[in-house]
């Protein structure tokens, strides 16, 4: 690939495109590395580092020193030196660096951060909330089955289109980061409300328009992020949790809830969609916590 001259601007440009081909990242995150990338570029330039060939290890240390002073989180800053891992690979590939600066740089150790979750009596409550048998109504009720049934993102919740429910086969084909196409299993609470959502719902919503996305609100457009989660807001206000919900709270409760009834952490990794089987390791407390319980039950000392 061609570098767009020499200047910061070209060497950003081609970058960011050969990450969004070749890498096939999601669109959240070529976004995010874009940032990261003009923030290093602007700090560049201040210091008269007028192209990405005369920047050294010793300038890139001191960008990241500088970040850690202003109080940078532990992981803004891993997904900082990503980013700049990505830019200076590139550039040594297409010949534009003489050395790959990305290999003397080290991401942070993060230590795990475990997630919030609805317990399974806040989630039985969520989902007994008697919705009104609107149009709307009965579109709410299928979104919070499916949002827990599956543990799907909110992305990946209004990306869902007509084609993504087989209800044959009793599965959602869900779209995931870098367009990763994975099969979920549903149970029969998340298919009977889709069911009932696309007979007597989705069509009314539609009206005259035409569109493939499962989801719509009226009009026939489909839903958005936002929308997901006020209606979230709402829902936990109207089902008494002292607390707010979102959709990655749904996700991380599917989650939970599947280890705490003796789900393995690969199995999980494959219904999440997680590239990695590190990224599931959030949820290895549960897995802590089972194990806790069967030898406090089992080992003749345990108790």
Request: proline fraction near 4%.
């Amino acid at each position: 690939m061609k570098i767009q001259g020499d200047t910061w601007s070209g060497a950003l440009e081609s970058t960011l495109r050969s990450l969004a081909t070749e890498k096939d990242h999601s669109v959240n995150t070529q976004v995010t590395n874009r940032l990261l990338l003009e923030a290093f570029a602007r700090w560049a330039i201040e210091k008269k580092l007028a192209n990405p060939a005369a920047v050294t290890i010793e300038h890139v240390h001191e960008y990241l020193a500088e970040e850690r002073g202003r109080g940078l989180a532990p992981g803004s800053l891993k997904a900082a030196i990503v980013a700049l891992r990505h830019l200076f690979s590139f550039l040594r590939q297409e010949g534009v660096i003489p050395v790959d600066l990305s290999q003397d740089l080290d991401l942070p150790k993060i230590g795990l951060r475990i997630p919030r979750v609805l317990t399974e009596k806040d989630m039985c409550q969520l989902l007994a909330i008697e919705h009104p048998q609107t149009e709307e109504g009965v579109r709410n009720r299928a979104i919070v089955e499916v949002l827990y049934g599956a543990g799907l993102r909110a992305t990946e919740l209004v990306d869902l289109r007509l084609t993504s429910f087989l209800p044959g086969e009793r599965l959602l084909r869900v779209l995931g980061k870098g367009r990763k196409e994975r099969m979920v299993p549903l149970g029969g609470a998340a298919i009977g409300a889709l069911e009932e959502y696309l007979q007597k719902s989705r069509p009314r919503l539609l009206g005259l328009r035409r569109s493939d996305f499962l989801f719509l609100k009226r009009g026939g457009r489909p839903l958005s992020r936002f929308s997901i989660n006020q209606l979230l807001l709402q829902l936990a206000r109207k089902a008494g949790l002292r607390r707010g919900i979102h959709p990655h709270l749904l996700r991380h409760s599917f989650a939970t809830h599947l280890l705490h009834r003796g789900a393995d952490l690969r199995s999980l990794q494959l219904l999440l969609g997680h590239a990695d089987l590190d990224t599931t390791q959030i949820y290895t407390h549960v897995e802590i916590d089972r194990l806790r319980e069967v030898h406090r039950r089992f080992h003749p000392r345990g108790k």
